[in-house]
């Protein structure tokens, strides 16, 4: 057979495989296993622990989920967590925050904890182990106030500012052998003042720890003093404001939009990785509007006319200005207001004064919220 012969039915198989839509081999099914859950935490607050982790929303190889449990798997000591650790599966949407709540055992005692995704039979993988050493709660701040300011909200509470406790870690030697916080007897409560202590008074309260238990606490970012959380409207409390805790018992906020209702609440924290932190404080709440008057106007000059005392200013550089108002003290009066005037206008013709008599003159800006200025300084003039 000629080359030419074999050659056609080559070409006549190639057009048949073409002709039924062969495109190679078919893929491997896409796996519906889920990825490690995110923001997982292990942490004390009041009286209790607290495991949390974020649901993913899709597979590894990226099958997006309807619905999706989170494992929380946690042990108290060295127990293996996974065959002697207790387990609680909670469904999730993708993409929820989920927590758990646990009661707080005795006080010295390590806590592990870890977390997995389950859709359906696929189990993903297990986030690293967490450690706690569970601590006497921390008495919790007292007396938060929250007060409009013309930058935002001012904070304020009272309440002992903790000590820093260290955060377990392995030891050098046997397996599973750990170094915590304090060894033997856990630290007492703290005992309540006999009478009310000055902020100056709980701050030398709440000092450093000295001597070998001082060593313990690594040097680095601030890990003890406040966290301050916040809500608005009908929002749960979120992440806590700023990146570290607060050593004074107070704070502004000036990123809450107006006509917002902002509430807050204050925990003391002894530790922030992993969280120890005490339950919070009262609730403050406080809607937020405008109360940052504009600035004045300047400049102000008056000058006679045919028709009576002209006024003239300089306008006022804030962005909200909603218009002016003139204020007029006759002989032996005091300042009234005699006009107001919108944003566009600059002057004003006072057509009442009477001649031979001496006028002060004032103008204040204000804005498209009310809020009025400082008057501008008073201008002596008269009619001749």
Not at 154 to 171: C, H, I, K, N, Y
Not at 226 to 236: C, D, L, N, Q, S
Not at 338 to 364: F, I, K, N, P
Request: proline letters at 12%; aromatic letters at 4%; hydrophobic letters at 40%.
């Amino acid at each position: 057979m000629t080359p030419r012969h074999i050659a056609l039915p080559i070409a006549a198989l190639a057009a048949l495989l073409s002709s039924c839509g062969h495109r190679g081999d078919p893929l491997p099914p896409r796996r519906k296993t889920p990825p490690l859950p995110q923001d997982f935490r292990l942490a004390q607050r009041g009286d209790a622990l607290e495991i949390r982790a974020t649901a993913p929303t899709a597979s590894v190889d990226g099958v997006p989920y309807e619905t999706i449990e989170i494992e929380f798997l946690h042990a108290d000591g060295t127990k293996d967590i996974e065959k002697a650790g207790a387990r609680r599966a909670v469904p999730a949407t993708p993409g929820e925050r989920v927590t758990v709540a646990l009661p707080l055992p005795e006080a010295g005692t390590l806590v592990r904890a870890a977390a997995r995704g389950v859709a359906g039979r696929e189990k993903g993988p297990r986030t690293l182990t967490m450690m706690l050493v569970a601590q006497v709660p921390l008495e919790a701040p007292r007396e938060l106030a929250a007060v409009l300011t013309a930058g935002g909200v001012s904070l304020s509470w009272r309440g002992p500012r903790p000590r820093e406790v260290a955060p377990p870690t392995l030891e050098a030697g046997p397996p599973g052998a750990f170094v915590t916080p304090f060894a033997g007897t856990p630290p007492a409560a703290p005992a309540p003042p006999s009478a009310p202590a000055t902020p100056e008074a709980e701050d030398a309260a709440a000092a450093p720890a000295q001597g070998p238990a001082a060593a313990l606490v690594a040097a680095g970012p601030r890990r003890s003093g406040f966290f301050v959380y916040r809500r608005v409207g009908e929002a749960g409390f979120g992440n806590p404001l700023g990146g570290e805790p607060l050593e004074r018992r107070g704070a502004e906020d000036g990123d809450v939009p107006a006509g917002a209702t902002a509430c807050y609440v204050v925990r003391a924290v002894a530790s922030t990785e992993p969280l120890v932190e005490s339950g919070p404080s009262n609730e403050a709440c406080v809607a937020v509007r405008d109360i940052a008057a504009p600035d004045a106007p300047a400049g102000l000059a008056v000058l006679p006319r045919a028709g009576g005392l002209e006024l003239l200013w300089s306008p006022s550089p804030a962005a909200d200005v909603a218009g002016y108002r003139v204020y007029r003290t006759a002989p032996g009066g005091e300042l009234a207001r005699v006009a107001e005037v919108g944003v566009e206008r600059s002057s004003w013709l006072d057509g009442t004064a009477a001649r031979g008599a001496v006028y002060r003159y004032a103008v204040a800006a204000f804005d498209t919220s009310g809020n009025e200025s400082e008057a501008s300084e008073a201008v002596e003039a008269s009619l001749p």
